[in-house]
Nanobody
Framework: VQLQASGGGLVQAGGSLRLSCAAS????????MGWFRQAPGKERVFITA????????YYADSVKGRFTVSRDNAKNTVYLQMNSLKPEDTAVYYC????????????????WGQGTEVTVSS
């Protein structure tokens, strides 16, 4: 599976962005998808994930209520809608894929996109 993330950019605090992650292959609906982010000088951390089968989702506390993950299996794409953005959301955002149930650890995922940069100005 190859993943291509896009949609990052510069936005003012309080604004919104929608990230996309397009996957190659015909078995996209067999993969749970996760989003992670990595701020400068910090580790990559889990943000949210969506399961492969029933579309259930899970969010880190830092983004709960502001971010929404969704997927369109017909388009082999997962989305991350980010609202009420804060300067502390500034990071490179990565999508990732794994077969079976989603995980919250970077080591749980087998495939990674290249990352898309999000900058939130105050």
């Amino acid at each position: 599976v190859q993943l291509q993330a896009s949609g990052g950019g510069l936005v003012q605090a309080g604004g919104s962005l929608r990230l996309s992650c397009a996957a190659s292959g015909r078995t996209f609906n067999s993969y749970s998808m996760g989003w992670f982010r990595q701020a400068p000088g910090k580790e990559r951390v889990f943000i949210t994930a969506i399961s492969w089968n029933d579309g259930s989702t899970y969010y880190a506390d830092s983004v709960k209520g502001r971010f929404t993950v969704s997927r369109d299996n017909a388009k082999n794409t997962v989305y991350l809608q980010m609202n009420s953005l804060k300067p502390e959301d500034t990071a490179v955002y990565y999508c990732a894929a794994r077969r079976g149930p989603y995980g919250t650890r970077t080591g749980s995922y087998d495939y990674w996109g290249q990352g898309t940069e999000v900058t939130v100005s105050s």
